[in-house]
């Protein structure tokens, strides 16, 4: 394997299970339920290096987690909302795809931030940050596509809050009912407001 | 006071105290970071009761604590709703409340049970479907004006969801923000929609 090689691939390799087990136990629990044990029996890591790598212990870990998994998701969103020129496509397409993971986790895989979000942003100004940061790299990219359809600046801007805020409430009001009506509907809605 | 006159008041009261501490905490930091400790401190009633109320333990207060909430919520949606026969001035004014709420709070106090929904729905059954079923109180409010505003049952269910969709989503980016924006446009759009 790899890890066996030399040393900063070990590191690095230990550093990023780190991050994705904390991707994952964030986006399904949340930060407080996430205790360290779970997170190092979730990563397949060495214990004794998470400290190692995150010398400021869990908030730093879900610092990078949030930032990882929101970069990921940006680079979803622009891949999909370019991939056709109809506006009302590409949104259906995004709301589409998220409903998909939704559903394939069995109602699991909400927004990778919202939870930690919602959680620890009164608590940890780091994490709220982080959290405003990542929603900002989403509204961009929405931004730009609203943008290059011909929405005015203005339009653009609050028409990207929109789909972004439509989308972040049904995927809680779809685990909670476990049903995909709330992601269809504001499906339809946007589909309708955008055409 | 009125707890010193008969023991039915007294429980009565120690109860109601430990489920409004339960709505405080469980709105602004989820379900997981409140420990009995501190929710007992917070409520101001004796320790010793709490088991007694509620033998189910935390889980069990969280599901009186969010029926509660959801109620007083959905009380609240209902008088602002009917309090004009314009149906954007209605929408317009739910946000606008909501908004005013999180705002006085210095952005604490969101959704009451998002939180503890996207925390817990995977864990807890009970938790789940107690959310599902305040979700669907508050849907049933919107879909009822969206009706008397004259609008088809379909189109009333798919804009209810949406509506309750996009409040829900903007308060949490508004939250992670700390800044009413993502509310103020999701605002305008659904006025704009409903006009």
């Given at each position: 394997m790899a890890e066996s090689r030399h040393s900063g691939t070990v590191r690095r390799s230990s550093r990023d299970a780190f991050i994705d087990a904390a991707g994952r136990l964030l986006r399904r629990?949340?930060?407080?339920?996430?205790g360290l044990n779970e997170l190092v029996a979730s990563s397949?890591?060495?214990?004794?290096?998470l400290y190692f790598h995150f010398p400021g212990g869990k908030e730093e870990l879900a610092l990078a987690a949030m930032e990882r998994s929101g970069e990921r998701l940006r680079g979803a969103i622009a891949a999909i909302l370019t991939s056709t020129e109809d506006l009302g496509g590409a949104l259906g397409g995004l709301v589409d795809a998220l409903a998909a993971g939704l559903q394939s986790s069995d109602y699991e895989d909400?927004?990778?931030i919202a939870t930690v979000t919602l959680e620890a942003a009164g608590d940890s100004p780091a994490v709220r940050a982080t959290a405003a940061s990542v929603f900002e790299s989403w509204l961009a990219e929405l931004e730009a596509r609203l943008l290059r359809a011909g929405l005015s600046a203005p339009l653009a801007r609050r028409r990207a809050l929109l789909v972004l805020s439509a989308i972040e409430g049904a995927l809680i009001v779809a685990r909670a009912k476990r049903d995909l009506a709330p992601l269809h509907a504001v499906r339809e809605e946007l589909v309708g407001l955008c055409a």
């Open positions: 629990q949340g930060y407080a339920a996430t397949g890591a060495p214990k004794g290096s909400g927004c990778p």
